[in-house]
Each structure stands twice: as C-alpha cells, then as structure tokens.
C-alpha cells in the first residue's frame, strides 16, 4: 500500500481521535463522521440511487464502525469505506431477492435543484436509470472513478482487487452506459 | 453477438462482446446502422458501441483531448463531455447537514471497547477466591481419596 506523507498525517489524526473516543470522549466520534460522510455519501448515493437509503447505510456503518472502533488498523477511512460498500452491496442483494423494480420506488427522480432547467433533469434521471442497469461491480467501479474521482491504485486497494481487473470494470461500464444513453446524449 | 452485463455481476474480466442486454430499468436506447436505418435493440453491431482506446485513455486521464484524433472518437469524446457535466452534479453531492447528529444521536451510549475471544482473555481472581477455590479442591481430593481406600 503506498502511503503520501498527507494520507500518513490524515491516518495519525485519525488514530489519535479514535484513542480519544476509546478513552470515553464518545462526542469526538463526530469529527470522525465530518471527515468522511460525504464521500461515504457519495458512494452510497452512487451505487444505491436513493437519497434515503444511502443516508441509512452511512448510519448503520458509522454505528457498526463506533461498535468495532478497537478492532481497526491503519486506515480508518479504508476500513470504514469497506462497511458502507459491504453495505451497499447487501442492500442491492435484498432488492434483488425481494423482486423490487429498480424503475420505481427505488430510483430517485433526479437530483434537481429549482435552478436547473427541466431538460437536464430528465437526462439526469437517464443517468441514474442506466447507472442502475449496470451490474453492482461495474457501477461500483464507474461510481468510484467518475464520481468520487479515485485513481485505479486507490481503487485496487480499497476493494481488494488489481488495478488491471479495474479498468477491465471501468472500461465495460463506460460502453455499457453509452449504449444505454447514446440516444439521449447524442 | 449479445452480452448480458448484469447476469455475470461483472466478476468475469475477460474482453467479451461489449453490448449489454436491454434491462428492465428501460434507459435504453434505439441504435443506428452507420447509414442511420433505425436497428433492433438487439442487433447493435460491436463496431458501434466499441469505445476506442484512446477515449478510454482520454477519460482515464492518461492522454490529453487532442491526442484524440479521428471522427468516430470525437463522437464518443462529445457523449462523455455531456456525461460529465452531469456526473458533475453527482460529484457536488454532500452528506445531509444533520446526518453527523442523527448518527450520534443513534450511537450507543457504551464506550467501544475491544472484545476478544474468552481463551484469549485475562482470567482475574481475588486472593480470597483463589483460596477457596484451593480449599475445595483439597477437600474434594481427600473425599475422593478416602473412598478409594475403602
């Protein structure tokens, strides 16, 4: 694992906060949560599509990392970032397996602002509509690249995989959505 | 000719036929011959949905823009600066403002602690116990061996 002089700093403040929650500061936990919510968010957002849900598998992950804090080593964020994939991943299985439509409740209508014109809205929800159509790793991978702009190493090492399997991932994404989207974009 | 994309959960990384089947979430759109006939969805010819490397390297930021060259590149490189600028909203997301309060609200109230299995843990007894625990077991051994001797 290749570690910057910044992410070393990042896992040392990390660590120290985690001492000082195990010590009894329960309350510095947040800072923890603060750090790291949003790109959690991102990813849970990405893979799962619903607002609602990726805010529910960012809180069961933080309960679940607050319960196990004693057990990490090194990387807090690698370990916590593996939690809320694991749980994306768990919950795109339920949905699987209780037969839900990925086109209704389950899809967001767009992540619209009142400024945004209504055309763009509409492409947006394409996209998310295609996103969902990919299979999980593949979406997994796209979302990991091209939303939360991780570069293929820290990618390998975050899901435990090659970087050439990766691109592999990423590359079949990327053709998958343009068939799904070419119409819509063009 | 056809690949279904999401029947394999992507764990097979070999190149294969890069088309996806229709899926039921219904993004998908109508495909074009090169002489712009209107295709089945499920005649697309590879040639069309193929993303040249370079595009591929282009977006992976290993080469800049204008080392893609050629028409049919530029077409993919125009689809993914539209997809971009709407991937650019999703990148913009952040975590709900209270979402840090509801978690610690919902935390418990315990401190966290390591568990560890009960082999591995360290066994603490009271001198007194220790002592009765010793007296019974001398006790113990002398009953036992007194009904031996009968």
Known sequence: ???????ADQVEADQQIIA?????????????????SDALYRH?????GSPDVAEDILQMSFIKAYQHLAEVRGRFDAWVFRIVANGCKDWL???RRTHLSYD??????????????????ELRGDLDRALAALAPSLREAFVMKHVEGRSYEEMADLLGTTVGAL??????????????LEEKYA | MHDDLTAREGHDETPRSRVPEPTKAGAVGRHRTTDGSRMADREVPIELTRTPDLVHAWLDG????????????MRHVEFWKRVDSDLEVKRQMHAPADLTDRIMAALPETTPSLVSPWWNRPIEMNPLAVAAA???????????GASLKR
């Open chain 2, 134 to 144: 010793a007296a019974g077991l001398l006790a113990l051994g002398t009953a036992l």
């Open chain 1, 93 to 95: 299985k339920n949905i």
């Open chain 1, 167 to 180: 691109k592999m991932r990423v590359h079949r994404a990327r053709e998958a959505l343009q068939v799904l």
């Open chain 1, 104 to 121: 209704e409740d389950d899809q967001p209508s767009g992540y619209a602002t009142p400024e945004e014109d209504l055309d763009r809205t």
């Open chain 1, 20 to 36: 000082k929650v195990l010590a009894g500061h329960r309350e510095d936990f947040s800072l923890l949560i603060g750090r790291y």
């Open chain 1, 1 to 7: 694992m290749t570690v910057t002089a910044v992410q």
């Open chain 1, 44 to 48: 849970a957002l990405g893979m799962t």
């Open chain 2, 62 to 73: 290993e080469i800049p823009e204008s080392s893609v060259r050629g028409e049919e590149a």
